[in-house]
């Protein structure tokens, strides 16, 4: 897609990015831009990390069905093209977040059981799913990994964003815990994109955040929002 207003690089399992391609596409139909999904592995990023030293229990799991499913969204845009990529991370990413986990879900996420009534919701061939286990598709989303870091440095996570590509200015997030509305949403964006289009600015940022406005994510409507102390998108604090 080479005339895309934006790239968008995305794991599905990663709810930060879950919850920023939400408000980009409430800004997409607003300002008619068309957006180009692109992958990055959470998985293939920290291939060379400790899990155990760095992240949660669970979070080695769920990255690797992140990469397993990255596998078939690659399938799908060779074969169905990239609208049905777009389809099938909005498929995923209602199915992984706005519904309650359940134990063994990150596990779950990257087996067929899971994905064949997502790839059948929207419309592509279950066995679609037969590359899960299809790492032939690695180097594709190792080399966009790469492409979106070469973007903007490797001290990042997802999502990647690039406006205007494949000249225009690229970052890492904007990392948001809840969905601004309709109003506010193109208001963010253009404050967002004014920040990011200085030549000279390198960085905001704050670890202090709330969990995500996400079922998915534990999050219920009458909860009260708690600020927690985040390192690179993990609750567990650097050891």
């Known amino acids: ?42 998985r293939l990023l920290n291939a060379h990390v400790d899990y155990d030293a760095h992240f949660p229990p669970e979070y080695e799991a769920g990255h690797t069905s992140g990469l397993r499913l990255l596998r078939v969204a690659a399938r799908v845009r060779a074969e169905h093209g990239p609208d049905a990529v777009a389809r099938l991370y909005e498929a995923l990413g209602e199915q992984i977040f706005e519904t309650a ?17 997502v790839l059948a919701g ?49 970052f890492f997030g904007p990392v948001i815990s809840r969905l601004p509305s309709e109003d506010e949403a193109v208001e963010l964006w253009d404050h967002v994109i004014g920040l990011a289009s200085f030549p000279g600015f390198a960085e905001m940022k704050r670890s202090l955040r709330e969990r995500p406005q996400l079922v998915g994510f534990g999050w219920r ?19």
Not at 101 to 117: C, I, M
Not at 221 to 239: A, F, I, L, T
């Open 101 to 117: 986990n359940e134990p063994g879900d990150e596990v779950r996420r990257g087996t067929r059981e899971f994905l064949e009534p």
């Open 221 to 239: 409507p009458d909860e009260q929002q708690v600020q927690e102390d985040w390192h690179g998108g993990s609750r567990r604090p650097k050891r």
């Open 122 to 170: 929207v419309g592509l061939p279950t066995d679609l799913a037969d590359a899960l286990d299809d790492d032939s598709q690695d180097a594709q989303i190792q080399a966009e990994t790469d492409e979106a870091l070469a973007l903007t440095g490797k001290d990042v996570g997802t999502p990647i964003l690039q406006f205007r590509p494949p000249e225009g200015v690229a």
């Open 1 to 42: 897609m080479s005339h895309a207003d934006l790239r968008f690089w995305f794991d599905p399992v990663c709810p930060f990015a879950w919850m920023t391609s939400k408000w980009v596409r409430m800004v997409a139909a607003q300002r008619e831009y068309a957006v180009e999904w692109r992958f990055i592995s959470l």
